[in-house]
């Protein structure tokens, strides 16, 4: 019984504690390191996708814009084939507001009211 009680006994000497503290210590900053490398990448992906995401409405207002600048083209060549063919086509002349809407509703108006 005298060799059960000696080998509860034994304690770990100073080298060991050491060498175990700095095992614990190397790994858990290596996992750290890893987690930190990981959020960057993460971090790194967001950010690409959200850089495509607005490449891609560019893309879309480009496009836009692109087929604007085409239909009017298309107007300007229209109206210089009527001018040259003499039609009595008028081109489509665009405008913000349209004169003589509000008078003409305020004018309905007043003759229901009466």
């Known amino acids: 019984m005298a060799k059960n009680q000696k ?3 034994r ?3 100073i080298g060991s504690i050491i060498s175990l503290f700095l095992i614990v210590l190397i790994t858990a900053v290596v996992a750290c390191g890893f ?3 990981k959020n960057a990448h993460v971090e790194r992906g967001d950010l690409r996708r959200t850089l495509e995401q607005k490449i891609a409405l560019m ?3 480009v496009d836009s814009v692109d087929l604007l600048i085409s239909t009017l083209c298309d107007r300007r ?3 210089d ?3 040259h063919h003499d039609s009595q086509l008028v081109p489509i002349i665009r405008s913000e507001n349209l004169p ?3 008078e003409s509703l305020s004018q ?3 003759h229901a009211e009466e």
Do not use: C, N, S
């Open 100 to 102: 003589g809407m509000p």
């Open 59 to 61: 893309k879309k207002e």
């Open 108 to 110: 309905t108006l007043a």
């Open 7 to 9: 080998r509860y006994q």
């Open 35 to 37: 987690v930190g490398i």
């Open 81 to 83: 084939r009527l001018r």
């Open 11 to 13: 304690q770990l000497d």
């Open 77 to 79: 060549r229209l109206a």
